[in-house]
């Protein structure tokens, strides 16, 4: 087991209510929320952003909004979708933000569970998708809809989002009074799963859940006063939550909305972070991106840009294993890493980025250290929804290369007879939301959450985890086999986006490869082949041939019954949409299953 020191900050009597007054109070001129990072970008100070949730709060609560109640918000990432969120919280309701790739009958199945009494729509987008469920909702009280044009004419529930905004006036002691009235152990926010292995179910978070997990990010890595963010990830998503929208309160930093990830890189360069948290798939397109330009440098730069990234890379796997940097070692690196590689970070808007952070899924090794060899170290993180992001954060004092780091302060992580881990701490959520309306609390009677993840813990506490619970290959031969290693090697190819390891109750281990949409052109152009379809790149030879040494090169790294022995090339992409990822762009394995059957049926007979 291993356990952490405590927070040296109390977030006892914290609230988000309370800290969203401090900064209106204290920074009352400082950004908190821009949408868009462009000339036409809108800010608002932490005064007009407290402002705005005041007057939305007033209005919810003439529509009957009370404490307790459910609140779904389908919108795009804009300042509205902040504001209706915080204004709910107010209130004592729970908000929910819903993945904006859901279809109709997923929404249907998530609102009924929820029960909610408001619900808040942007415009016609999510009209379409809504209103086929709106009469099945017997909870539903009222639609508030950004967009008035969009609303229907035949349903009285809808109401515009200005007028609701501006239903009653200023009242300065009734808001106070609201923010007073905020516990920490008060339900703060409704976050749904993915469903990955499942339905999904509602996480409930506290106000103490979210601020513990915000203090426990600046403790250990440190970044400068009122950090600079981009909101890139979808809302619903417990990452965007806590970085997104708890943690700047809490640090009483700026956040700027980044409203479409085609948008990333522009909105980088502009805002140039101070922190980042990636899911792998955008590190290795991140990494994909990098190698392909670094590959097109001169040859007396491209020997200076090599050097440098031979001594970061050399001081990354030292630190790795926990031993010091010798001093040279560490005077050689200052110099090449502000002369060499700093300027790379800055073209990518890395180059003020105090805290880089991986999480959701394994990434593999090769793509961290590429990433650290151009003086951007990422360092993995580990939780859940449940656990209200992160349990385990790596750092760059304790850290080891494809392991997820330490508990935070105050968090005990241990193994079971099993391998699955156990985590118990402030971060843990107060349960699950059941269909009547009560929280079920998924811990047992000492306050241990089983996460479904198996893993180990080492002597420095270091936490490296194998596999899900659930996801574990058992061959028809019986060897338990970890099918993220092996996925997670795979994709360490520019050309791979995706890959799948295939096997329960099978005779051996096959694989699906899934090209990616970007690198793999890229590739392609650089090796000199002139295919540019998806389909036609898949069964290139050339690319066959690429991806065969690849599977070759990995099998020589697994044990015999690891082993991939046989794959297939797609073309892909796949998508929230095309069924194969869940929002959170994890692989749905059943989905995969069924969708790929006869290509996988075809490594088998």
């Known amino acids: 087991m291993t356990t952490a020191e405590p927070l040296p900050q109390s977030s006892e009597a914290l609230t988000i209510p309370r800290l969203l007054r401090r900064n209106a109070q204290e920074f009352a001129q400082r950004p908190a929320l821009s949408t868009g990072f462009g000339p036409d970008a809108g800010t608002l100070t932490w005064t007009q952003l407290r402002a705005e949730v005041a007057a939305l709060t007033r209005g ?56 909610a009494t408001v619900l808040a729509l942007e415009g016609e ?22 967009d008035w044009d969009a609303a229907p004419a035949d349903d009285p529930r809808f109401v515009g989002y200005s007028a609701v905004r501006g239903a009653l006036p200023p009242d300065d002691s009734s808001f106070e009074a609201l923010t007073d009235a905020a516990d920490p152990d008060q339900p703060l926010a409704l976050v749904y799963t993915s469903g990955t292995t499942g339905d999904p179910k509602g996480v409930v978070l506290s106000h103490r859940n979210v601020v513990h997990e915000s203090l426990m990010q600046d403790e250990l890595v440190p970044v400068p006063e009122h950090p600079r963010t981009v909101a890139y990830l979808p809302m619903a ?12 309160i809490c640090n009483a930093g700026h956040v700027t909305i980044c409203p479409e990830p085609a948008q990333l890189m522009p909105a980088l360069l502009a805002v140039r972070p101070h922190g980042f948290f990636g899911v792998p798939r955008v590190w ?38 926990g031993e010091a940097i010798p001093a040279e070692l560490a005077r050689t690196l200052e110099q090449q890493d502000t002369q060499v590689l700093r300027p790379i970070l800055a073209a990518i808007g890395f180059d003020r980025c105090h805290r880089a952070f991986s999480g959701a899924a394994p990434i593999p090794p090769a793509v961290l250290e590429f990433l650290a060899s151009i003086g951007l170290p ?74 479904g993840d198996v893993g180990t813990v080492d002597s420095r506490g270091i936490v490296t985890l194998t596999d899900r619970k659930r996801e574990i290959i058992i061959t028809a031969g019986g060897k338990n086999i970890a099918p993220t290693r092996i996925e997670s090697l795979l994709r360490a190819h520019p050309l791979v986006a995706q890959a799948v ?49 690849l599977v070759s090169e990995v099998n020589g790294v697994l044990s015999h019954a690891e082993q991939v022995k046989q794959h297939r090339v797609l073309p892909g992409p796949w998508t929230t949409e095309t069924g194969e990822l869940t929002p959170k762009l994890s692989l749905r394995r059943r989905a995969v299953d069924h969708l790929h059957a006869a290509t996988i049926e075809s490594m088998y007979t």
Not at 237 to 248: K, N, T, W
Request: charged share 25%; proline share 5%.
């Open 237 to 248: 998503h417990i990452a965007e939550r806590v970085l997104g929208v708890y943690m700047p």
């Open 284 to 321: 290795e397109k991140l990494a994909a991106g990098l190698r392909a330009q670094l590959a097109t440098l001169p040859g007396e730069q491209a020997t200076a840009v090599a050097h440098a990234r031979k001594t970061a890379l050399e001081a990354y796997r030292l630190r790795s294993e």
């Open 378 to 451: 990422v360092y993995e993180v580990w939780g859940l929804g449940e656990t209200t992001g992160a349990v385990t954060v790596s750092t760059p004092e304790s850290f080891a290369l494809g392991s997820v780091g330490r508990p935070g302060p105050g968090i005990e992580v241990r193994e079971a007879d099993d391998g699955e881990l156990f985590v118990r701490g402030p971060v843990v959520f107060s349960g699950y939301l059941q269909a009547d309306g009560r929280v079920e609390t998924a811990t047992d009677a000492e306050g241990w959450l089983p996460t």
């Open 60 to 115: 919810l609560v003439t529509l009957g909004l009370d404490r307790g109640d459910r609140v779904l918000i389908a919108m795009s990432k804009r300042a509205e979708h902040w504001i209706a969120d915080l204004a709910a919280v107010h209130i004592g309701a729970l908000p929910c933000s819903t993945y904006d790739t859901l279809s109709t009958a997923q929404i249907g199945a998530l609102a009924r569970h929820s029960a």
């Open 501 to 549: 390891a295939i096997g329960d109750g099978r005779r051996y281990v096959t694989a699906l490869l899934v090209l990616d949409e970007e690198a793999a052109p890229l590739w392609a152009r650089a090796n000199g082949i002139a295919a540019a379809d998806p389909i036609e790149l898949s069964r290139h030879p050339e690319v066959v041939s690429a991806l065969d040494e």
């Open 125 to 146: 987008e999510q009209m379409r998708r809504w209103r086929p469920v709106l009469k099945d909702l017997p909870h539903l009280r009222a639609v508030v809809i950004l």
